[in-house]
């Protein structure tokens, strides 16, 4: 069956790069049309799209944090990786990372269970 | 400040029908059929309830469908259960910035 699991550091200081993986199972990142995204959610407030990773290496960023993230895979670990810079209070979140299919590209019909982060001194 | 729009929160009894509504733009709602909803319960994952505006993914219950009607897109359930108590969110392509927004959420209450 389809897992995804998000792993990092749950207390991060500002100004520190925030690096979270995703190690999944059930399906392969190099099946045509297959998608990995990050999704964030701080504490009581909405859902956040991050990035998303394709089967052949394109990337995808949110406007907003574009300067601030990478994305990676590692086709042969089942990882994706997320690398944010320059934390923030503002950037506590539980962070999500989630499947997309080739057949719908633009929704996650699996998630992880997600991961805290929080940004403090 | 969320690109799409939701109400805060809706209410219903047990059995009752409720709608929630998920309002966007032409560069994204209204000019795609690409707006999913997501449950949420407390302290866990968004699980995909809606996809491509109307499908159901496997085992989603029947109660759940979805629309759409020019810039604005709906959620309702039918046949309110207590268990449906959750938190919805609807997302949609947008040609505006790559590649996904989310609404503000919904808080269903279940009365």
């Known amino acids: 069956q389809v897992t995804l699991r998000e792993s990092g550091p749950a207390l991060v200081k500002p100004t520190q790069t925030l690096t979270l993986t995703c190690t999944f199972s059930?399906?392969?990142?190099?099946?045509?049309?297959?998608?990995v995204s990050w999704i964030r959610q701080p504490p009581g407030k909405a859902l956040e799209w991050l990035a998303r990773?394709?089967?052949?290496?394109?990337?995808y960023y949110s406007t907003s944090l574009k300067t601030r993230l990478t994305i990676s895979k590692d086709t042969s670990k089942n990882q994706v990786v997320l690398a944010m810079t320059n934390m923030d209070p503002v950037d506590t979140a539980t962070y999500y990372c989630?499947?997309?299919?080739?057949?719908?590209?633009?929704?996650?019909?699996?998630w992880g269970q997600g991961t805290l982060v929080t940004v403090s001194s | 400040q969320s690109a799409l729009t939701q109400p805060a929160s809706v209410s219903g009894s047990p059995g009752q029908s409720i709608t929630i509504s998920c309002t966007g733009t032409?560069?994204?709602?209204?000019?795609?059929?690409?707006v999913s909803w997501y449950q949420q319960h407390p302290g866990k994952a968004p699980k995909l309830m809606i996809y491509?505006?109307?499908n159901r993914p496997s085992g989603v219950s029947n109660r759940f469908s979805g629309s759409k009607s020019g810039n604005t897109a709906s959620l309702t359930i039918s046949g309110l259960q207590a268990e449906d108590e959750a938190d919805y969110y609807c997302?949609?392509?947008?040609?505006?910035?790559?590649?996904?927004?989310f609404g503000g959420g919904t808080k269903l209450t279940v009365l």
């Open positions: 989630a499947r997309s299919l080739p057949s719908g590209r633009y929704n996650f019909d699996y």
């Open positions: 059930g399906f392969s990142l190099s099946t045509s049309g297959m998608c």
């Open positions: 990773i394709d089967w052949d290496d394109d990337k």
């Open positions: 032409s560069s994204d709602v209204g000019g795609y059929n690409y």
């Open positions: 491509d505006v109307s």
């Open positions: 997302s949609s392509y947008t040609s505006s910035s790559p590649l996904v927004v």
